[in-house]
Every structure is written in C-alpha cells, then in structure tokens.
C-alpha cells in the first residue's frame, strides 16, 4: 500500500501568519492527493482535492500544490476556525491511505 | 444535500460481530457516481479506510481487515453496511460512513461519525 507521510506533526502559528504543511507519498500518486481539516470531535471536512482543487466553499486563503510523491498545503493568514488538525489521503490506489496528520495549533 | 447517518451498537465484547448501518438521506445510494465507505479513526490517532460498495455491487476491502470484513447495501432503503467479526479491542474506534466521488476520487460526504468500543 502506499504510505502517506505528513510533516511536521504539530505546527505552532500565530493568528494571521501563514502555515505550510507538507505529505509525502511513498510511491507516486499522480495528482490524486486530498486534503481534509478535522476539527475536535468532528468528522473530516473536504478543502482540496486533485492537489490542487478548492472544494465547495472552501476559502481562498487554503491551497495546494504538488504532483507525484511530494504535495504541499498552504494556509495564508490564519484564522481561529482553522487551528484543527489536517490529513492528505491518496486517491490513486486502492486501499486508500491517508497521513497520520498535522496538528496546527495556536502559537 | 446528502447526509450520512451511523446507527448501531456503541459497545461489544471481544469476539464478538460488529454491525454498523449508513442511512443515506438526500440522494439515492443507487447512483453510480459514488463509492460508498466506510473508515475508521482509533482515540486520538489516524484515519484508516476499511472498505467500499458500489451500486453495481463491486466491493473492495483493505487487506488489514480483509479477512473479517463484509460491506453490503440495501438500495431499496438507501443503505449500506458493514461486518467486522471477531473484534477485538484493537477495533475501538470511530467509525464514519463516507461516500466518495467518482471520478474525482475524494470523500465529500461524512456521517457523523459512531465510537464503537469493544470491552470485556
């Protein structure tokens, strides 16, 4: 199966600054890679799939990027509704993975 | 909008079956746009894929529970469902029903998610 590696495993930021969250695939995954927030006690919450598609009334400020085994999740000018924990998940095989997560949480 | 609903029991003993039902509302679990899953997230750790059921019946299982899993659906109910046999305490989780999108291949739909615990 592919292993999907997320670092760092918590993130320290201030309310306003710019978090970058980085997955790593253990084999290539084209650009079937998907981001999802989860905030405490609530299930997983859609923001980009495709590496790089914003889901449906997802904010400007989250975007991604990367392709292959190396993708990248950028959230610009932190608000307090986005200090949750994130995980990337590959869609390219079966069975589907996902990271252990990032906890980004307020500095 | 489509919502996913989990129902069953919240506590078993080891050995035992868990039985846990997805009640779709909303749309019709009968479309062949959908995958529909269900995953697992253990206290405090990760999220862990366990299967799917298609509308065409095509099913896929993940290898860490292959073995002791089984999905189905009920599409005159809106509804599918899954099997573990043999739980042990390692199978205490959260377990969530998703559906996935096809072909863009992401989960955009999630229950709310059921804690079963399995304890003596």
């Known amino acids: 199966e592919v292993v999907m590696t997320q670092s760092p495993a918590t993130l320290s930021v201030s309310p306003g600054e710019s978090a970058t969250l980085s997955c790593r695939a253990s084999h290539p995954v084209n650009s079937n890679l998907v981001w999802y927030q989860q905030r405490p006690g609530q299930a997983p919450r859609l923001l980009i799939y495709g590496a790089s598609s914003r889901a449906t009334d997802i904010p400007a400020r989250f975007s991604g990027s990367g392709s292959g085994t190396e993708f990248t999740l950028t959230i610009s000018s932190l608000q307090s509704e986005d200090f949750a924990v994130y995980y990337c998940?590959?869609?390219?095989?079966?069975?589907?993975?996902f990271g252990q997560g990032t906890k980004v949480e307020i500095k | 909008q489509v919502q996913l609903q989990e129902s069953g029991p919240g506590l078993l003993k080891p050995s035992q079956t868990l039985s846990l039902t997805c009640s779709v509302s909303?749309?019709?679990?009968?479309?062949?746009?959908?995958?529909w899953s269900w995953i697992r997230q253990h206290p405090g750790k990760g999220l862990e894929w366990i299967a799917y059921i298609h509308s065409s019946g095509s099913t896929y299982y993940n290898p860490s529970v292959k073995s002791r899993v089984t999905i189905s659906m009920d599409t005159s109910n809106d509804q599918f469902s899954l099997k573990l046999a043999s739980v042990t305490a390692a199978d205490t989780a959260v377990y969530y029903c998703?559906?996935?999108?096809?072909?863009?291949?992401?989960?955009?739909?999630w229950g709310r998610g059921t804690l079963v615990t399995v304890s003596s």
């Open positions: 998703v559906r996935e999108r096809l072909p863009d291949w992401y989960f955009d739909v």
């Open positions: 909303g749309g019709s679990i009968s479309s062949g746009a959908y995958y």
């Open positions: 998940q590959q869609s390219n095989n079966w069975p589907r993975t």
